[in-house]
């Protein structure tokens, strides 16, 4: 059975965090569906990278994944605008789907009211906001607790992605 990560996109992402996530999530056969709060729209990054969402939200909301991937840049800021796009994370969580969040991807589990009590990492200027909402912040590339897996920048990427895979291939190997 293939796999399916769900990777959320709105605008402003940070061009490296979504890009590198999907063609590496793909590289690894998995099927990966970029989710926004409108299907078929276009999105454009901080650098100006373009992507166009698969499905929105809500269509993501019926259908059954083993991941979901936040990027960072200034797209959660926006994706927490739209209750469809939080409702699909608490839902993850929920489900105890793998949690992917780099750098401002956090403020999403902030406001999906999930991160409490979880050790995790984001960008610095949001540690504080990690802290507020009941996070132990911990400045490490990578930071996994339970299904959450957080990094802070781009740099951290390939061992963001790979904990993803581990955790995926762990989760999920009868599936």
Same mark, same amino acid.
């Given at each position: 059975?293939?796999?399916?990560?769900?990777?959320?996109?709105?605008?402003?992402?940070?061009?490296?965090?979504?890009?590198?996530?999907?063609?590496?999530?793909?590289?690894?056969?998995?099927?990966?569906?970029?989710?926004?709060?409108?299907?078929?729209?276009?999105?454009? +990054?901080?650098?100006?990278?373009?992507?166009?969402?698969? #499905?929105?939200?809500?269509?993501?909301?019926?259908?059954?994944?083993?991941?979901?991937?936040?990027?960072? +840049?200034?797209?959660?800021?926006?994706?927490?605008?739209?209750?469809?796009?939080?409702?699909?994370?608490?839902?993850?969580?929920?489900?105890?789907?793998?949690?992917?969040?780099?750098?401002?991807?956090?403020?999403?589990l902030i406001e999906a009211d999930i991160?409490?009590?979880?050790?995790?990492?984001?960008?610095?200027?949001?540690?504080?906001?990690?802290?507020?909402?009941?996070?132990?912040? #911990?400045?490490?590339?990578?930071?996994?607790?339970?299904?959450? #897996?957080?990094?802070?920048?781009?740099?951290?990427?390939?061992?963001?992605?790979?904990?993803?895979?581990?955790?995926?291939?762990?989760?999920?190997?009868?599936?």
């Amino acid at each position: 059975m293939v796999k399916i990560v769900f990777i959320l996109i709105e605008d402003l992402f940070e061009d490296p965090e979504l890009i590198y996530p999907y063609y590496r999530m793909k590289e690894e056969g998995y099927k990966v569906f970029l989710v926004g709060p409108e299907k078929g729209m276009v999105y454009t +990054g901080k650098k100006g990278v373009k992507m166009t969402s698969d #499905i929105s939200a809500e269509e993501a909301l019926g259908m059954k994944a083993h991941a979901l991937i936040i990027p960072g +840049g200034y797209s959660p800021d926006l994706m927490r605008r739209h209750r469809s796009m939080v409702e699909l994370v608490e839902q993850a969580s929920r489900n105890c789907l793998v949690i992917g969040a780099i750098c401002h991807g956090p403020w999403m589990l902030i406001e999906a009211d999930i991160i409490r009590g979880i050790k995790a990492t984001g960008f610095y200027s949001i540690a504080k906001d990690m802290i507020n909402a009941g996070a132990e912040y #911990i400045d490490n590339e990578v930071v996994v607790d339970k299904n959450i #897996i957080t990094s802070r920048k781009p740099d951290d990427l390939p061992e963001f992605c790979k904990s993803i895979i581990v955790m995926i291939e762990a989760y999920f190997k009868d599936s």
